[in-house]
């Protein structure tokens, strides 16, 4: 895309201190009521020359605000949004269910959906996240098809909403499945990433488009004998293609997961700042969007799960330096009962690392 024609969201100071702080007095000495450090760091929203927050830039007409105009949602909008859901003493984990295999082996597919894990216990610093038992996609009872442009393999997403509705535990603030497998939303639609139901706390969103072939001629999920299968032989999905789990991979299923576990918390899209909460039309504009929040989004997660902004910082951090110090990346290393254990591929991660320093540079100052 030519320079030219790129474009950048700029917004006043003042209204970037009125979507964080808002004018509501109330919402004006809550904030005030935060921890000095804290307000310091989440003022860089509208200090001019901040590097650590920058305006959005728009690369084409496909990208989100240029096609889907949204009300913007300041912090004062979130906090009086009558539908938005709270995680509560009762109903404080987040639910992460397997949906068909998400690598090549068992062993894979275990260690990656235990890496999602620890992520979104770091990115909701404060709530718990439990795995539920891997499922097959038989079990989900779902439809599926075959799609006739890409030819591969499809789930309905709304089937397997249903599913995970029903098997949402007691203490569940909500429920996401994951899958490798790629989904549609109706009959008529290609495909969709994902789709949750914010009243329900339930949400399932696919990885498959992620990996690094999905898009090339040589995609190895393709079916290639273009039968119609039987709507309950679900033996076309024992042995289905799933790409490596690559370093990208992870970061960008790291970031849809949180993006759309986000929307549970009732974070509508950004339209302040670069932020993870921004809306993505395309995988390209998905990847441009940054690993974690702005700080008026920031301020909205904090107020609806009560983290300490440093401590979530820091266990960012310990996520991305955990287990990738000491094995050369990409070499299984052999524990002592014979198990393999897969180094994180975290080098993807590296720059965000860098910028939560910065962050916690400027919140422990
Ligand atoms: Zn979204
Ligand atoms: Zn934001």
């Known amino acids: 895309m030519p320079a030219t024609k790129m474009k950048t969201v700029r917004h006043s100071e003042q209204s970037l201190r009125t979507a964080l702080i808002s004018k509501n007095p109330a919402l004006v000495s809550q904030y005030e009521k935060l921890d000095a450090a804290e307000r310091r760091l989440m003022n860089e929203a509208f200090r001019p020359a901040s590097d650590l927050f920058g305006p959005i830039v728009l690369h084409s007409q496909s990208d989100w605000i240029a096609s889907h105009p949204e009300p913007p949602q300041g912090f004062e909008e979130f906090f009086s949004d009558p539908s938005r859901k709270t995680p509560s003493r009762e109903k404080h984990s987040i639910y992460i269910q397997c949906i068909g295999s998400l690598g090549n082996t ?10 999602l894990k620890g992520y979104c216990e770091a990115f909701f610093y404060g709530l718990t996240v439990k795995l539920l038992e891997p499922v097959p996609v038989s079990a989900t009872q779902c439809a599926f098809r075959v799609n006739e442009n890409t030819k591969n393999l499809q789930i309905h997403a709304g089937h397997i909403l249903h599913f995970l509705k029903k098997k949402k535990p007691e203490d569940a603030f909500c429920i996401v499945g994951v899958t490798m497998i790629d989904l549609y939303p109706r009959d008529s639609w290609n495909f969709v990433f994902g789709q949750a139901s914010l009243t329900d706390g ?8 992620y990996g690094g072939d999905f898009y090339s001629s040589s995609y190895e999920g393709k079916v290639k004998a273009p039968q119609r299968p039987s709507s309950r032989d679900y033996s076309a999905f024992d042995s289905y293609y799933t790409p490596d789990v690559t370093s990208v991979l992870l970061l960008r299923s790291c970031k849809t997961l949180t993006h759309e576990i986000g929307h549970i918390f009732g974070l509508r899209h950004c339209q302040w700042l ?40 820091k266990a960012l951090v310990r996520w991305i330096d955990d287990d990738s110090a000491d094995t050369p990346r990409g070499t299984p290393k052999h524990g002592p009962d014979g198990n393999v254990n897969l180094p994180k591929p975290v080098e993807a991660f590296e720059e965000w690392r860098e910028w939560i320093m910065k962050c916690l540079a400027v919140v422990q100052k």
């Open 106 to 115: 068992r062993i894979i597919s275990e260690e990656y959906v235990k890496w």
């Open 202 to 209: 339930v949400g399932i969103f696919s990885f498959a488009r």
């Open 274 to 313: 670069a932020c993870l909460m921004q809306g993505s039309n395309h995988l390209e504009e998905a990847d441009r969007r940054p690993l974690d929040l702005c700080p008026i989004c920031l301020r909205k997660l904090q107020c609806a799960v009560g983290f300490n902004i440093v401590e979530r910082y």
